[in-house]
């Protein structure tokens, strides 16, 4: 698949505008903000859709409202031509799809053209950046395989998501030593709840017992219960037995009883309301008995836990927690500040060359006033300008015997100059020689008068030059004495008749002429030069002289200048090599940075004493020794402790109440069974119990007599009385008493286990009102349903997470071999051969390995190499994708980088790369555009922008 053309609607600053994209390769080449990156997020939204509002990307609406979207036309291997449009509509927009075929879709038709992508795997595959490379350091083994498994397939991305989310998803359930995760968190809670449980039922192991007494109490009573109805049932039945005839023996009987029992008066029911009131008197002694137990022990537990304290100082003392930091972060600056001052006040003593502590000592101690820093400062300024002074004169010694030296060597270089008064007599005599030979030549008047003339100013001109030059007025009188001749003698040989003379011979004066006049001229030059060199020769000896004795002078008064000093600095003591403007500054610094210090230090031994008073005060507080660290801590921990005591103490004091109420409301309610019974006893007319039941069974007797009398006399009456039955009443008797006693000692048995059995149950009802254990094991129970629904959940999922350990580690070991051969050709190819492969080390590590099997870590490579060797994985990647996904690769500018050398590798895989795949490159570079002659260059200018967007 390759692109065609682009048609864009309005796409960020983009309106209106078209691209043909004619070749494999195109260059989008524009500056900076001219649209490149709108160009690439236009094609990458439009092929996968508009970015969601939440997800935080740019939408490159376009800047003056008009329609937001475009289309792409590509070629197809499967459809085609493809038109995709897509415009503003929903979140991702409204796409629709045009085939050549007429046909139309939206998503589900795109998403076959694109080849199941959405922007998120084609960015990682066939769309980056600079950014994207230099990230490719910090990448393991791992995270590189997953990136290129989750690019090269479809889906495996979800699946490495599900896996990380699976494996966070694990470790907040559960971890072996962790303690937030819920598992772990829940089996401590199960944990707790097991030992609180425990605890509760080590206080109630004789609960059980209890009740099985009571159990064994009740069956005992039931048991009891049916053996006196048994013997009423065989007294009666004895009764009927008798009928008639021990009816008669029991009448006088009964006669007799009635006699002997004469307790007509007792209270109706009386023996079951005494028994009920000694039973509830019993329970109310059991109760009672129980409470002052209780009662005791929370008056043991408030005598003994709680510790008192001086919860007062401990509040007035935490309110002083924050100038405690405060103070001990003063402290520890004010220790940086003296160390600091430290360093810096050794520094300035190595300066002044202060080395012995007398020396700072002395130093520190000096008057630095500004009299003595004046004084100082003359003296100083004196030596300096001295030594200035003698470091001239020496420079200017220097100089003149340097001159000196130049000027006698030209001396001794320079010729010595001729006699000048003999050569200008020869200059002379040349002279008349020529000037007779002119005349002897010479026909007319005129040139008879003109040669004496001629002659007469030459001689005149050269005698003044001569005088000139050699300063010399002799010369001149010479001249003009020569003059005066010479035209006497013109004159005279005017009137006598020449001989001519040649021309060679009239050639060779002037040429003696010339030779003499130039050796005239060349000796008064020399004697001038040298003339010169004596009289300045003598004039740098006069120099010298006043120089040597200026500097004799200077050295003097140098020397004692700089003993002046030298004296002032032993005095101070200084090295006199560290002495200059500075040095009173210095030692006011030094001296003030002392001060400093030892103001520092009494501040911080202040903030010490203050500290150590504040500790000493928490120790007298708690009377425990403490440690500056855990002095505050502790102080809370006892504060809390204290609270939570009191809390208790106040818990207990309240449940001391209730208990003392209630053993009142006992008490009182206990008098009133004391009462109720002594009301019983006035009844029967008795003073005691055992008496209350000899005159009980008195009157039921006498009752019952009574009773049975009536009943007799009745059934005598019916019956008749035959004195012939009354043999068989003895054995009658006897089994009747032998019931009468088993009665007895069943109700004397039945009262002691009711007494047995108040007892246990006012044992028992204590410990059930105590909901606790019941509460801890329902909780418990809670808790460990939960812990199991956990443990369900972290199994599924550790099953879920194994099986995408496997199918990852499967799609590593079939796919990213092929894939990282390739890379590794790309590598070396972009390298320029230096490495051949990379490859991961035990540490999950990436690592290039040279032609001479050298390895670098890739963090050890230079940024340009890493970036190389993430390019090869990605050209590799896209090469893998080819026959299944053929996308077009979106380069923005990935070579920023790279070097001319490397550059050009790059551009040489980049050219390899479009013979299989489309490329478009955005660069704002004209090197790169121009490095790839087959390419399409398309030109980007903000002008064309701006009148894309004012059309």
Known sequence: MYLKKLIIFGFGQHEDRKFDLQSNMTVFLGENEAGKTTIQQFILSILFGFPLRNQGLQRYEPKTGGKHGGQVHLHHEKYGHVVIERVKGKSAGDVTVYLEDGTRGSDDLLRDVVYGYDRSSYEAIFSFSIHQLQQFEKMTEEEVSRTLLASGTTGVDQLAVLETKMGNELADLFKKAGKKPQMNVQLEKVRELETKIKEIREKTEHYEPSINRLNEITSSLERLRQEEHLITKDLSLLQKLKQAGPLFIEKEQLLEIQSENDQQQFPIDGVRRWESLRDKEKESDARITRLEEEIEELKNVLTNDVKEIDIASIDQFLTKEVEWHQTHAKLAEIQQKIVTLEDELEQEYQLVGIQTEEDKQRLLAQNVSLEKETAFLTALKHVEEVEKTLAQNKTNEAQVLDQRIIVREKLQQSEQPEDVEKIQAQVFEKEQQLAEAKLSNQSTSKSTTLHPLLLVGLSLGFSIIGSIVLSDYRVMILGIILAAILYMLAAKENTTSRETVSKETMEALEQELYDWKQRKE???????????????????????????????????????AKKSLTTFAEQEGLHQRTLNEGTFVKIRHLQRVEKQIDRLRQEYNSGTTQVNEWLAEGQSILQTPLTKESLFDKLREAKLAWSDQKRKQNDVETLLEQKEKEWKEKQQLKQAFVQEKENLLNEANVSEEKSFYLADQQHR??????????????????????????????????????????????????????????????????????????????????????????????????????????TMSQLKEERLPGVMEEANRYFSELTGGKYHSLEWTEQEQVEAVTNDERRYLVGELSQATKEQAYVALRFALADSMLERAP???????????????????????????????????????ESIATSLPTATIVRLTKAEIERSVHS
Not at 539 to 552: D, F, M, N, V, Y
Not at 707 to 717: A, F, G, P, V
Not at 779 to 794: D, R
Not at 896 to 919: N, P, Y
């Open 887 to 925: 996308l077009p690769l979106l380069l923005d500018d990935p070579f920023v980088h790279f070097d001319k050398h490397r550059m050009g590798h790059a551009i040489e895989a980049v050219m390899q790369l479009s013979t299989k795949h489309q490329v478009l490159y955005f660069t704002c570079h």
């Open 701 to 806: 007797t006498y009752v019952e007599a009574t009773n049975r009398l009536k009943q007799i006399e009745s059934q005598l009456t019916s019956i008749g009385i035959d004195d012939n039955d009354l043999n068989h009443l003895e054995n009658t008797e006897q089994r009747v008493q032998e019931l009468e006693t088993r009665s007895r000692e069943n109700t004397a048995r039945r009262h002691e286990l009711l007494e047995e059995q108040a007892t246990l149950k006012q044992l028992t009802k204590s410990l059930m009102e105590d909901e606790a254990y019941g509460n801890l094991l329902q909780e418990f129970e809670t808790e460990k349903a939960f812990l199991q629904e956990l443990a369900k959940s972290w199994a599924v999922k550790k099953v879920v997470a194994e099986t995408i350990r496997q």
């Open 522 to 560: 060349k000796a008064i030059v020399t004697k001038l030069q040298r003339d010169q060199l004596n009289e300045q020769l003598e004039e740098i000896e006069r120099t010298i002289g006043r120089t040597q004795e200026a500097l004799k002078l200077t050295q003097e008064t140098y020397e004692e």
